[in-house]
């Protein structure tokens, strides 16, 4: 098999790369330490990541092709494992150990998050276990790691796919098949999402995702003509077999090309101060067209998935090649000093700063979510993330990227043995990895299958299924005008009681059939006060709505007095309403719960359950989510429910004594001579 190969070979380090780094670096890392007002749109710094990597493996192969004349596989592959495996592993093993002693929420499947990281394959495991990136509540520990799984998979199958595309003849054809395999990996991302796919999956899916990363492969075919002038033959790339110490390979044969073909000459334009001020403008208009996108919040529609991404994954190719050009002096510009610092350690903090964010707030601030951490979380996580990749990159990823494994050991042992008390150093430093080992060992081994909220929804949703299988509830005729106000009327019994609700009232289910047998519960996950008319008027059509209708919707957004006019009126006024208001950390709380207070004040036969005030003293009864209760939170609710259904009532009572007195009054004088 031969094929043509280019002739100039890219240089071995390229200007602008470690500024784009930082770039992309310091986007992801506000857009998740200052969230949301700062950049809520900072993901597509992933995007201009996936590009950069496109374009230097891809022109890395092509300089090693050209320079020794073949591509040793095993020698490409080792060198990405000394540059990704180290961090990687120090990183994992470290916040594992962290994890397990703040303990919680942030433990959940840690064992299948580090079964990812190590298999690169963490997307396709966080996507099978049904993980989220836009999901704050209980957010996975290494949940960046999606990303390098992506990178990581491109980097072992692009090298075994990059000699069919030397087969074909010209630059232009290799860019245009780089070009046309992105697109296609866009519109499938598009697809996916506008025909209700989920959006988890379209984004972290390797096939949905990989434009970015096939841009820069194009790309570096693209310009690999401008890196050098000659007029030599064109090499032929032959495939060997391997010499059973490097792998597989192919083999340059200088002159071996075509009869005829002649190298592609630099034009002279291309130094031309002209080019390099159109370039350099170029490269300028790009950064600003990705801090705009940076500022525009996400959706969940093709407009951003993939059409926010592929946007910064074209305006990242235009920073490239305007850094990359011939002379450039935007290049220069971007890799100033403190830029080049973050863009060599930018793997270190892309890897560091989400884990250290994750534990951070679970031990100090755990009435917040990764999404709401106060300012104080995200300015200790970032000197924290500082601190440990300059001393990761310093200790740990450059020894390693230099001399290898073995060596780096070699030289740490020897390190440790020299000079005055290097026992004591060396024991020191055995006894801290044993411990953070054996720390991180075991949290692996406790890691629970699902997070105290989500054991709190289904041991309620358990709760009702028994309830339902053991006493099935009656169906409830309509009321009288008189069936809910009696002033005899005993204590209102659950079979009066129809309850609507989210996953906080599902997670009380035990203790609502408790406390009130023969109650009607239908609550569901991730429920809004918009699904509440619709839900209350299928009950009403069945004839399963009841005298008192209890509403707990609140937890899932905000609260439009319009949902709540259409809610009453289904309800009627022959009915009463009890609305309950919600106790979460979410910015939309405290309105939710004063339109539900004015709303109830404008309606006499509304009242208002105070879930809130209830459980704010008995905090310690919540999930990690300080949003769902346990079996002893549950029980505060259906008390809290059961009271305002009494309060109601006893109001019914007293304004229907009300009105007969005043009608006998009217009476009286009506007889009277």
Known sequence: ??????????????????????????????????????????????????VISGFLITSLLLREQLSTGHVALGRFWQRRARRLVPALTVVVVVCSALAWIVGGDVLVDLDDQVLGAATFSYNWVSVAGGGGYFAAATPELFRNFWSLAVEEQFYVLWPLIFPLFLLLPRTWARTAAAFA?????????????????????????????AFGLLLGVGLAF?????FRATDAAPAAL?????????????????????????????????????????????GVLALAGLAALAMVPQTSSAATFPGALLAASLLSAVAIVAGVWPGSWFGRAIDVRPMRWIGDRSYGIYLWHWPLLVLAVAAFAPDATVATAPVWIGLGVLAATAAASALSFRYI??????????????????????GPGARLRAVGVALSAALVLAGAGTAIAVSPDETSAEAAVAAGRAALEKALREAPAPIAPSPSGTDAASPAAADITGDQI???????????????????????????????????????????????????????????????????????????????????????????IPGVNAELAAFAE?????????????????????????????????RIFADTVAAAVDELADERREYAADRADRLAEILSADLTP
């Open 1 to 50: 098999m031969t094929s043509t190969a280019p002739s100039p070979a890219p240089p071995a380090r390229f200007a602008g790369l470690d500024g784009m780094r930082a770039i992309a670096v310091l986007l992801v890392v506000v857009y998740h330490l200052f969230p949301p007002a700062l950049l809520p749109g900072g993901f597509v710094g992933v995007d201009v990541f996936f």
């Open 181 to 209: 395999l992105a697109a296609a990996s866009a519109v499938w991302m598009g697809v996916a999402v506008s025909g209700g796919g989920d959006v988890t999956r379209a984004y972290f899916g390797t096939d949905t995702h």
């Open 222 to 226: 693209l310009l690999t003509p401008l």
């Open 238 to 282: 032959v495939a060997t077999t391997s010499d059973g110490t490097r792998g597989p390979h192919w083999r340059a044969v200088p002159g071996a090309g075509p009869v005829g073909a002649v190298a592609a000459v630099r034009p002279r334009w291309v130094e031309s101060r002209v080019a390099r001020d159109v370039t350099g403008t170029a």
């Open 397 to 418: 990823e450059t020894p390693v990227r230099r001399h290898g494994f073995r060596a780096s050991v070699r030289l740490l042992t020897t390190r440790l043995q020299s």
């Open 498 to 588: 129809s309850a609507v609700g989210d996953s906080v009232m599902l997670a009380s289910a035990g203790g609502l059939v408790e406390r009130l047998p023969g109650i009607d519960v239908d609550a569901e996950v991730s429920r809004s006060m918009w699904a509440g008319p619709d839900i209350v008027d299928d009950l009403e059509a069945t004839g399963r709505l009841r005298p008192y209708v209890v509403v707990a919707l609140g937890t899932n957004g905000a609260v439009d007095p319009s949902t709540l006019e259409q809610l009453a009126d289904t309800v009627g006024p022959k009915r009463n309403l009890v609305l309950v208001n919600a106790y979460a950390p979410r910015d939309w």
């Open 602 to 634: 404008d309606h006499r036969n509304v009242i208002v359950a105070d879930w809130s005030g209830a459980i704010a003293p008995h905090e310690d009864l919540l999930a990690g989510d300080r949003i769902h209760p346990g079996a002893a939170g549950g």
